[in-house]
């Protein structure tokens, strides 16, 4: 579980277009090797390290070793900081119709 | 923001949509009273169900952000369709509080036993493509259980 104030890692991990886009590059695949990563994104692998190794202490991919290769996946519930004000309205508003369908029944029978 | 970063942004919506065993005309009063407003939503302040009107309602404060919501009428066709814009938040808050430049639109429609609501609330900027987001699943999945309480409540 991630814990509120990583908020701002985050969000300053997805900042960065280049990190932003090797995030949605790991999203889209599933799951992905570094070599496979690093290949055709226009970046050394030690550059590909070094921005996993943000998006990973902002808790937005995990990391699966097997053999000599590591594979990244996108973890689960590290965007939900992001979402927070959109749940926030979500819940809102169903609240909200149920509120609507309480007085409708109050004032329209 | 760069021009590619805004190109990569994408907008979410959120939709509830329910029937209600009440005519169109009742529910178009109780959207667009601001008395009966208060009752289910929260009081306005300045409002008036004509568009151009720009009425406020006061929410939980967040960082900088006072918790006012700005909206504006943006259209009115009786019994069908109600539209404002709905702005708030800052840009230096993330989550609750964040930066809002939305619409929310009800729109009505004459059903078997009642009326059709459906309400869109759009325009959420989330800072990455969809396909991250739904791959993610757990973002505002995780709402679902919360759901069932307040489901629960009414």
């Not at chain 1, 890692?9 to 900042?15: I, T």
């Not at chain 2, 970063?5 to 939709?15: F, P």
Request: with cysteine; net charge negative; aromatic share 8%.
């Amino acid at each position: 579980m991630k814990e509120a104030n990583d908020l701002g890692a985050v969000v300053r991990a997805l900042a960065d277009p280049t990190r932003r886009a090797m995030f949605e590059r790991i999203a889209d695949a599933g799951e992905i090797a570094v070599a496979d990563l690093t290949h055709g994104s226009g970046v050394t692998q030690g550059a590909v390290s070094q921005h996993l190794k943000t998006l990973k202490q902002a808790g937005l991919v995990a990391e699966r070793p097997e053999g000599r290769k590591v594979f990244y996946r996108v973890a689960p519930g590290g965007l939900a900081p992001l979402a927070d004000w959109i749940d926030h309205y979500d819940v809102f508003w169903r609240e909200r119709f149920g509120k609507l369908r309480a007085l409708l029944k109050e004032i329209d029978t | 923001m760069s021009n590619a970063a805004i190109e990569q942004d994408t907008t979410h919506d959120i939709v509830v949509d329910e029937v209600f065993p009440h005519a169109p005309e009742a529910i178009w009063t109780a959207l667009t009273s601001g008395d009966l407003i208060g009752r289910w939503l929260m009081p306005p302040t300045g409002f008036e169900p004509v568009e151009g009107n720009r009425f406020t309602f006061k929410t939980t404060p967040a960082g900088p952000w006072d918790g006012t919501i700005h909206c504006e009428v943006l259209e009115v066709r009786p019994q069908k369709r109600f539209a404002y814009a709905w702005k708030g938040g800052h840009e230096a808050n993330v989550g609750y509080g964040a930066k809002l430049d939305t619409i929310v639109t009800w729109l009505l429609s004459k059903v078997d036993g009642g009326t059709r609501v459906r309400l869109v609330h759009s325009g959420f900027v989330l800072p990455l493509n969809e396909t991250a987001f739904s791959n993610m699943g757990a973002g505002w999945k995780k709402v679902v259980p919360r759901l069932g309480e307040i489901a629960s409540e009414i």
